[in-house]
C-alpha cells in the first residue's frame, strides 16, 4: 500500500522564502520513496511525501517550525491510495 504524508504551514508574512527554504534543508530519518515541496499565495508550503507502508505505520515526519517562522501550527493529512 501507498501512504501519502501531507505537511501543509504557512509563514509569517513576507517570509514564505524563509520558510520554504526550512522545510527543503528537513532531513527525515528514512527516505521517502517520494518527496515534493510545494509554495502558494498567502506564503503556504507544502511538502507531501509517499511511503510503501501500512496506513497506520510509524512514519518519520516534518517537525514543526519554529514559532517565530509560521503563523500557526503546521497542518497534517495522512492519506491511503485507492483503486481505481
Do not use: N, S
Not at 32 to 42: D, G, H, I, Y
Not at 52 to 58: G, H, P, R, T, V
Not at 70 to 75: D, E, I, L, M, P
Request: hydrophobic share 50%; aromatic share 10%.
Amino acid at each position: 500500500m501507498t501512504v501519502a504524508l501531507m505537511w501543509e504551514a504557512r509563514a509569517v508574512e513576507g517570509r514564505g522564502e524563509e520558510l520554504l527554504a526550512w522545510a527543503r534543508r528537513q532531513e527525515l530519518a528514512v527516505r521517502p520513496l517520494r518527496r515534493e515541496t510545494f509554495r502558494a499565495p498567502q506564503d503556504r508550503v507544502l511538502v507531501i511525501t509517499w511511503w510503501d507502508a501500512a496506513y497506520d505505520a510509524e512514519l518519520p515526519e516534518l517537525p514543526e517550525p519554529g514559532a517565530d517562522l509560521v503563523t500557526r501550527a503546521v497542518h497534517r493529512w495522512r492519506f491511503e491510495t485507492v483503486a481505481d
